[in-house]
């Protein structure tokens, strides 16, 4: 379970990274943790998921869905509490695996569901209007960055779990 929740974290820092530069066909994917550390807009997302304990996990086998909030997303949430889940690694990892759900969960597949239960436990909320996908509230800004250990949406947003 922890390993699966720490490549889930490393998939939600890397997920800008894919977005902005497409592997080539010839070249295998690289994993979820591997997309976040070349990609500078997930930065805050991968200094967490270090902060975490998780990112020795994030290149682990398996497959993982991660909502990657980017460095915007995090830019919006008050500082106090950034700063207070840095100095909680229980809560930090709670909120970071709210963020990933077990499997490779396509943007053809989000689409069709209502909801996803995370490995923080509980489940997101997911809405469709149009052509606009929200995970909760935040709204999913790329899709389907393509992992080998998982895919990843890029949300501009951090989700925060309910409490309990």
């Given at each position: 379970?922890?390993?699966i929740?720490?490549?889930a974290?490393?998939?939600l820092?890397?997920?800008v990274?894919?977005?902005s530069?497409a592997?080539a ?7 979820i943790?591997g997309l976040?550390?070349k990609?500078?807009?997930l930065?805050?997302l991968l200094?967490l ?7 020795d996990e994030?290149s ?6 991660v ?13 106090k509490?950034?700063?207070a889940l840095?100095k909680n690694?229980t809560?930090l990892?709670r909120?970071?695996l709210?963020?990933v759900?077990?499997?490779?969960v ?10 996803a ?16 996908v929200r995970i909760?509230?935040?709204?999913v800004?790329?899709a389907?960055?393509k992992?080998s250990?998982?895919v990843?949406?890029v949300?501009?947003?951090?989700l925060?779990?309910?409490a309990?």
């Open positions: 379970m922890t390993r929740a720490l490549i974290l490393a998939s820092a890397l997920a990274p894919a977005a530069a592997p066909r010839e070249q295998a994917s690289p994993t943790a976040a550390a990609t500078p807009q930065s805050t200094s998921v270090k902060k975490a304990g998780l990112a994030l682990a086998p398996g497959a993982l869905t909502f990657a909030p980017t460095n915007k997303a995090f830019a919006k949430v008050p500082k509490t950034l700063d840095a690694p809560q990892r909120v970071l709210y963020h759900v077990a499997g490779r396509t943007a053809a597949k989000v689409v069709k569901l209502r909801s239960k995370t490995l923080a436990g509980p489940a997101v909320r997911i809405r469709v209007t149009g052509k606009t909760d509230a935040a709204k800004a790329t389907d960055v992992a250990n998982g990843v949406h949300i501009d947003a951090v925060i779990p309910p309990g």
